[in-house]
């Protein structure tokens, strides 16, 4: 699916297993409207014979959006493929460097092999085959020894590698991902690729995204915390009242203070009324009060 030319894919959120679910999308997006997002990986069997609606649906407001897809036969792949783009998804991502021991038994995970003749001829058969936009994870995968979360941490960043990739591919569009936490650190990527994809430092601090709106896509106008709760509160009771749980929406809010005053008193308000598998809605309501008190005391500390 080329659609590089419609696509801004500048800078992107990375998919992330148990985090970038519908919700988290639609919340995130109250804070940027041009990065692009990304689906939580789905297995090709589960979106096949699963219940597609629960696995597959997604908000308009979510887009650009793209789906990311698992699996190793390629008939099931395309099967997905058309699922997807037929459900109005922007993009279908195919995931080929997930480390976990089931990605790895159902042989569709990470390579054992960190040489770039290699990756790039292996990039040079995919451009054959009609793929134009490639996310490189510059971080090589241990397929022994280590979990799918030291593997986010502990091999050594390659990001030359990637550049590398980029210079003997120039016709290609290569989105570079690893380890990217600050607005200094996209604008040297961009240097040398044709794009940055930001995954654990956008989940851990969401308002970096309105920072981002700024420094790189010179977005004049960003919502301020209290109007993006404001917002999530409308989107939460309406979900509420089609039976979705409060915790399921409001667990992906807990960075939204990260680094400023209140950032403490937020995150227990959350865990004390929020964060419980009951949660009620009417303890939402009380949350704007918090908002507004920590709104208050970043505004005299600045």
């Not at 961009?190 to 981002?212: A, H, T, W």
């Not at 809010?253 to 809605?281: C, P």
């Amino acid at each position: 699916m080329d659609s590089k030319k419609e696509i801004n894919r500048k800078i992107s959120v990375a998919p992330m297993m148990d985090c970038t679910d519908r919700h988290d999308r639609f919340f995130l997006r109250l804070m940027s409207k041009n990065v692009m997002l990304y689906t939580e990986m789905v297995a090709t069997k589960s979106a096949i014979h699963g219940d597609r609606k629960k696995i597959l649906s997604f908000s308009p407001e979510e887009k650009p959006l793209a789906l990311q897809v698992g699996g190793s036969n390629k008939d099931e792949l395309a099967e997905v493929a058309k699922i997807g783009e037929d459900m109005g998804y922007d993009e279908i991502n195919i995931n080929l460097g997930c480390p976990s021991k089931k990605v790895q038994k159902n042989k569709f995970g990470a390579d054992d092999v960190e040489d770039f003749d290699y990756l790039n001829n292996f990039i040079r058969q995919m451009r054959d085959a009609g793929t134009q936009t490639f996310i490189l994870h510059a971080r090589k995968a241990m397929l022994s020894g280590l979990s799918p979360k030291q593997n986010l941490n502990i091999p050594k960043l390659n990001y030359k590698m990637v550049y590398d990739i980029k210079k003997a591919n120039p016709d290609l569009e290569i989105i570079i991902n690893g380890g990217i936490t600050k607005i200094s650190e996209i604008n040297d990527h961009m240097k040398f690729c044709d794009g940055v994809m930001v995954g654990r430092s956008i989940y851990q601090n969401p308002y970096f995204l309105v920072e981002i709106e700024k420094e790189i896509f010179n977005t004049p106008d960003s919502p301020s915390r209290e109007e993006v709760v404001k917002k999530l509160l409308e989107y939460l009771d309406n979900e509420v009242k089609k039976g979705t749980k409060v915790n399921h929406i409001m667990r992906h809010t807990v960075g939204l203070y990260h680094g400023q005053i209140g950032s403490k008193e937020w995150k227990r308000y959350l865990s004390d009324n929020m964060m419980a598998k009951d949660s009620d809605f009417q303890k939402a309501k009380h949350i704007m009060r918090i908002v507004q008190n920590n709104e208050k005391a970043n505004q005299v500390s600045s």
